[in-house]
């Protein structure tokens, strides 16, 4: 067998030594090339409880119909909003690990050392205060217990966000799980990194059923946030920005889609 099959073009196999011994993850393929540098929005959003429908990805699954004016969700993977890849995929979906529907498909990697999932936000940027995961297991008793939750912003260079070494939070009996982060920096990617032989039998294959993080997100103007639909620049509106009175110390503009929130702000000093 090769060192790695994997699902998504342009991978290559675990970082290893000349002799064969697995040393790292394999090298993660870059996003988008972002084009935005300007004034960031900046929405908050805390957990409160598993499935509370508050969570940052959640949130990038939230639509008004323009019909309607109704607030429907889709799946951010299937609306480019979101990117998911992984080092390998034995079986699942990667776009259901993200859907806020929890369907009896597990994503699972191939059994190889340093198994990871990712989350790329393309043009935004988060800052994790905590993560969920679910993992149900009738369908895989693959629990991780040894791994690495990681941040970066150039997909080679990754910072540890949290270290768990023998957590055995995830089980059939608690098919639920939530950890607290203290980030000091908001990240483009995100991904969670199984150790060799740190699922629940000792192995190196990861699987989960869900995954959700919540913090704070930062997101550029609306024609500017989504880096995964190839818009040429030309085709992009300016942003529209607005000037505090010299009196003003700041403005703040807020919106949300509904008034339980998240609430979105815009803060400009003046000008």
Same mark, same amino acid.
């Given at each position: 067998r090769p060192a790695a099959v994997l699902s998504t073009p342009g991978l290559t196999s675990p970082l290893m030594m000349p002799q064969g011994v697995v040393v790292g993850p394999c090298p993660v393929p &870059?996003?988008?090339v972002r084009r935005y540098n300007g004034p960031m929005m900046v929405s908050t959003h805390s957990f409160a409880h598993h499935y509370d429908c508050q969570g940052i990805i959640h949130s990038l699954g939230q639509h008004r119909d323009p019909t309607t004016g109704e607030v429907?969700? $889709?799946n951010p993977v299937e609306t480019k909003e979101l990117r998911v890849c992984a080092s390998s995929l034995a079986s699942g979906s990667l776009s259901l690990v993200v859907d806020h $529907?929890?369907?009896s498909t597990v994503f699972q990697s191939d059994n190889l050392p340093y198994s990871w999932i990712l989350f790329d936000f393309g043009e935004r940027s988060v800052r994790p205060t905590s993560y969920t995961v679910a993992h149900h297991g009738q369908d895989s008793d693959l629990y991780a217990r040894y791994w690495k939750f990681e941040g970066s912003n150039d997909s080679a260079t990754w910072n540890i966000l949290s270290r768990h070494e023998?957590?055995?939070s995830l089980s059939r009996a608690a098919p639920l799980a939530a950890w607290p982060i203290q980030a000091r920096s908001a990240y483009r990617y995100l991904r969670l990194v199984l150790d060799p032989g740190g699922n629940s039998r000792g192995g190196h294959a990861l699987a989960l059923h869900r995954f959700e993080v919540y913090g704070e997100l930062y997101s550029p &103007?609306? &024609?500017y946030a989504n880096a995964f639909l190839n818009t040429h620049p030309q085709q992009l509106q300016q942003p529209q920005l607005w000037a505090a009175t010299p009196q003003a110390v700041q403005q703040s503009v807020a919106s949300a889609l509904n008034a339980a929130g998240p609430t979105t $702000? #815009? #803060?400009i000093g003046p000008a």
């Open positions: &870059p996003g988008p429907i969700w $889709r $529907r929890l369907t023998n957590d055995e &103007p609306s &024609p $702000r #815009v #803060v």
